[in-house]
């Protein structure tokens, strides 16, 4: 038996950053960026306006604080538009926020603190302005040529902001890795057919190719496969041509677990074959001769998914060039309490919600162990408990991994 973070480190030594693509920046949401993004202009382009107000001289409005101060108004400069000609001596310019600077101005005065004479010819200043306030000069966050995205930056909303900003029409990105999706499993049927006698509907093709999605890679749900070593050696070796093959079931001690013996009749090189962990033992890590990494999970649905977020999510990762590091916990505290440890990591699904105070609480879901599929349903974090632990309960502070969940 393997230590999850252990595991971590084999999955990753084992995975490598796929190839890359163009894609136009509409499409790079979630994608991990091959190469940094470097702004093509200063930022911003011009002496700009930050608020609603006057461009005046500051020397002009020196003792605007003591006694208000009257200005000609020379011309109006919104957004977009420029002023026709420099300010003068006695002359302000209404401005826009976002709107440029009309040269021989060097300050805005906020609206807030003028008035317009009624003939609407001047304006009173009514406070002081020191040289370049509410002024943000060309080039003040970013001049032209300096990268504001590096490589391995994944493309957030924010993000896609900055590289349209610096007019990125086109990113290079590392391609979604193709993850195929094989359930194994004699007892198993599709979700649209009634189990009879000892059937059972497959609901891990759904939970994994959600994953996978999740993942920002794209799922290919292969046929399932019954617990026979031909049809399952076919399909392993279909499974093959994607980057990552994860299939679930089979692989336990079971008289009809073949999974692991047709790996290695497949060629596979195994590298792990147990994980310490509870729920999910049996979790087999390969990689095939022609490079595929491929997943072998527990059929029990929430061992399948502990599995996948604590190793396939971070080789998918990887793939798509983001190496990380083995998911650290976050302090909660426990509402409720957590049995006892042995040999194994647990993880134990909970909600964790916000109190008050802003502090997380973690409450352990009424899941009744790997065969139940519906306890765990509402799940947003796992409690982590490290091997021999004595439990813990209402009160204390547990560690807690947050599941991404909308
Ligand atoms: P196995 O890992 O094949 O020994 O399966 C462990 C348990 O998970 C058994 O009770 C299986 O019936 C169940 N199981 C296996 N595959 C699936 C699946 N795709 N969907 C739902 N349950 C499954
Ligand atoms: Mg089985």
Redesign the pocket.
């Given at each position: 038996m393997i230590d999850v973070d252990e595991a971590h480190t084999i999955v990753l030594e084992h995975v490598r950053p796929g190839p890359t693509i163009d894609v136009a920046l509409g499409n790079a949401l979630y994608a991990t960026l091959a190469e940094p993004i470097l702004c093509d202009v200063d930022y911003p382009p011009f002496d700009r306006s930050l608020m609603d107000g006057y461009a005046v001289r500051s020397r002009d409005v020196a003792a605007a604080d003591r006694a208000p101060v009257t200005l000609e108004i020379a011309g109006q400069i919104a957004a977009g538009s420029e002023a026709i000609r420099p300010l003068e001596a006695g002359e302000a310019m209404q401005i826009n926020t976002g709107a440029p600077i009309p040269s021989g101005a060097d300050a805005v005065v906020r609206v807030e603190e003028t008035e317009l004479a009624a003939s609407g010819k001047s304006v009173v200043i009514r406070a002081a302005v020191g040289p370049g306030k509410f002024v943000t000069p060309r080039g003040e966050y970013v001049s032209a040529g300096r990268t504001v995205l590096t490589a391995g930056t994944v493309m957030t909303p924010l993000e896609i902001g900055v590289a349209a900003t610096c007019g990125a029409s086109m990113v290079s990105v590392f391609r979604r890795p193709r993850v195929a999706v094989l359930?194994?499993?004699d007892?198993?049927v599709d979700v649209d057919t009634t189990p009879v006698g000892p059937q059972?509907?497959?609901?891990?093709?759904y939970?994994l190719e959600s994953l996978i999605k999740t993942a920002h890679a794209s799922p290919e749900v292969l046929p399932?496969a019954g617990?026979d070593r031909d049809t399952l050696r076919r399909s392993i070796e279909t499974g093959a041509r994607c980057e990552a093959l994860c299939i679930?079931?089979?692989?336990?001690m079971?008289a009809?677990?073949f999974v692991p013996e047709v790996l290695a009749e497949c060629g596979a090189t195994m590298h792990i074959r147990k994980l310490a962990i509870k729920p999910g033992r049996?979790v087999i890590f390969a990689t095939m001769p022609g490079g595929a990494a491929v997943f072998a999970l527990?059929?029990?649905?929430l061992?399948?998914f502990v599995a996948f977020e604590l190793l396939v999510r971070p080789a998918l990762a990887m793939m798509q060039g983001r190496p990380t590091a083995p998911r650290s916990g976050v302090r909660a505290m426990l509402s409720g309490r957590v049995a006892p440890t042995r040999d194994r990591r647990a993880f134990i699904p909970a909600r964790v919600t916000i109190d008050k105070d802003g502090g997380l609480i973690a409450e352990p879901l009424s899941w009744r162990g790997?065969?139940d599929?519906f306890g765990a349903a509402t799940a947003n974090a796992l409690i982590v408990q490290p091997p021999g632990a004595h439990g813990a309960s209402n009160g204390e502070h547990v560690l807690v991994m947050l599941l991404d969940r909308v």
């Open positions: 359930v194994t499993g007892e198993l059972i509907r497959d609901s891990n093709r939970i399932r617990d679930t079931g089979g692989v336990s079971g009809f677990d049996p527990p059929g029990n649905p061992s399948a790997s065969g599929p």
